[in-house]
């Protein structure tokens, strides 16, 4: 399917277990984020990537890794979950320059909850 | 600091009343600016986009919003309201480079009365 897809929709996890939230894109785009978003914060950046191999923190990194080996791919790790990671994760695409002007193409989302 | 802010959390407007969403930013170069909507349970879509030229944008399902400078706003606007655009907005900044890095909002949520 053309697009942006995130695995899964849905997860249930416990305390101290690591967990990866996959997302994958179909357009080529060099860049391409992670955010969560909670009640009463929007949506706040986690970690981006400028192409493959090429990562950077966002404002909330703590208790997250990413990783970027192929330009399609864009896997969130959290490590040992935590009950505050209980949260919607949604991943992002866009294309710098001219492809800045359109905006980020969001993923449907990840619902997380750590019990 | 860059920010976004969106004073008003929750809105309740009358279907077919006209409807405003405010957005001011705080960004220390010219930024492009975006809203976006999420339905419940969905991921994001862009309504509209500002980066340069007539102030006044258009966008999708009828919103359109206005860039003022002096008042660092970027207000989205609809004339008249449908029971369907029922959703969460948000309002975001990015840099004219960067690729696009997007600083959001916290969302203003908008109900609709029958």
């Known amino acids: 399917d053309a697009g942006i897809t995130q695995s899964p929709r849905y997860k249930i996890t416990e305390t101290g277990r690591q967990v990866t939230l996959m997302c994958h894109q179909t357009?080529?785009?060099?860049?391409m984020f992670w955010y969560r978003q909670d009640l009463g914060h929007g949506l706040r950046l986690i970690y981006y990537?400028?192409?493959?191999?090429?990562?950077d923190k966002g404002e909330v990194p703590d208790g997250y890794v990413v990783s970027r080996s192929k330009t399609e791919n864009f896997p969130l790790t959290l490590e040992s979950a935590t009950r505050s990671q209980t949260s919607v994760y949604f991943c992002a695409s866009s294309e710098p320059g001219a492809g800045t002007r359109v905006g980020q193409f969001f993923g449907p989302g990840t619902r997380l909850t750590v019990l | 600091a860059q920010s976004v802010t969106q004073p008003d959390i929750h809105i309740t407007v009358s279907e077919g009343a006209s409807l405003e969403l405010r957005c001011n930013y705080s960004?220390?170069?010219?930024?492009?600016l975006f809203w976006y909507v999420q339905s419940p349970g969905q991921g994001l879509q862009l309504l509209l986009k500002y980066f340069s030229g007539d102030t006044l944008v258009q966008g999708i399902k009828g919103f359109e919003a206005e860039f003022k400078r002096s008042q660092s706003s970027f207000n989205l606007r609809k004339p008249s309201v449908h029971w369907s655009d029922a959703a969460e907005y948000f309002c975001a900044v990015g840099p004219s480079n960067q690729g696009g890095k997007l600083i959001f909002g916290q969302g203003t949520e908008l109900s609709v009365k029958p």
């Open positions: 357009w080529s785009h060099s860049y």
């Open positions: 960004y220390g170069a010219t930024p492009y």
């Open positions: 990537s400028a192409a493959a191999d090429i990562t």
